[in-house]
């Protein structure tokens, strides 16, 4: 079966610091990967997806950047954050038609 | 038009009682349509889906209700308990991409009382 981790699954980090969020699924070859950014008590804005090794495409201009340096792994990255950056930080995958979301990671930036 | 629109915002049902919430789209493109169930701090978990071309799915409690003509869908969960509390998002997927373009409503916090 397939399995998708996330870490860390809380972070704290002061404005203007960098960041790192890493996403790793088990279980499949060469899925479809996203990140979505969740605001408290809001909808789910995709942020990222990526197809494969290498290829990321962005939905909405932002502070943040994606990577995917392995098939089963996908990474959010920021050089400097901003206030707004923080919120629950979901990466998922998808076979055709449905997606499946990881456990998150709840960002606060102070 | 790639919005899913979503009601109600939130929604309080008794305990034994059925709860309800009803969502709608515009794209044509879309073709399946699932649901979503977030507990707080967790991610979200696929619950039950439907494609355009059948009007009902039921699933234990849940059943999911649609209506093409009217572009309309909605879930029902029925003998709720307070275990089903949470978040619930109803979604459409757009065909003919490379990937799944999935468009979320904003969501519904539903609570069951005792």
């Known amino acids: 079966s397939q399995t998708i981790h996330q870490w860390p699954a809380t972070l704290v980090q002061p404005v203007g610091s960098p960041l790192s969020l890493e996403c790793t699924v088990e279980?499949?070859?060469?899925?479809?990967l996203y990140w979505y950014r969740q605001a408290a008590g809001r909808g789910l804005q995709l942020l990222f997806y990526?197809?494969?090794?290498?290829?990321i495409s962005s939905e909405v201009p932002q502070n943040l950047s994606a990577s995917r340096p392995q098939d089963r792994q996908f990474i959010l990255s920021s050089k400097k954050l901003l206030l707004s950056d923080s919120g629950f930080y979901l990466c998922?995958?998808?076979?055709?038609?449905?997606?499946?979301f990881g456990p998150g990671t709840r960002l606060t930036v102070t | 038009q790639q919005q899913v629109k979503q009601s109600p915002q939130s929604l309080i049902v008794q305990k034994g009682g059925i709860s309800i919430i009803n969502c709608a789209y515009e794209?044509?493109?879309?073709?399946?349509f699932p649901w979503y169930q977030q507990f707080p701090g967790k991610g979200p978990a696929l619950l039950i889906a439907?494609?355009?071309?059948?009007s009902e799915k039921k699933e234990g409690r849940f059943t999911i209700s649609f209506n093409k003509s009217a572009k309309q869908f909605s879930l029902h969960i029925m003998d709720s308990q307070p275990g089903d509390s949470a978040t619930y998002f109803c979604?459409?997927?757009?065909?003919?991409?490379?990937?799944?373009?999935?468009?979320f409503g904003p969501g519904t916090s539903l609570s069951v009382i005792p």
């Open positions: 998922a995958w998808s076979r055709p038609y449905e997606q499946y």
């Open positions: 279980g499949t070859s060469n899925p479809n």
């Open positions: 990526s197809v494969g090794i290498g290829q």
């Open positions: 794209n044509t493109a879309f073709d399946y």
């Open positions: 439907i494609r355009p071309d059948v």
């Open positions: 979604a459409a997927r757009r065909g003919g991409t490379s990937y799944d373009k999935v468009i």
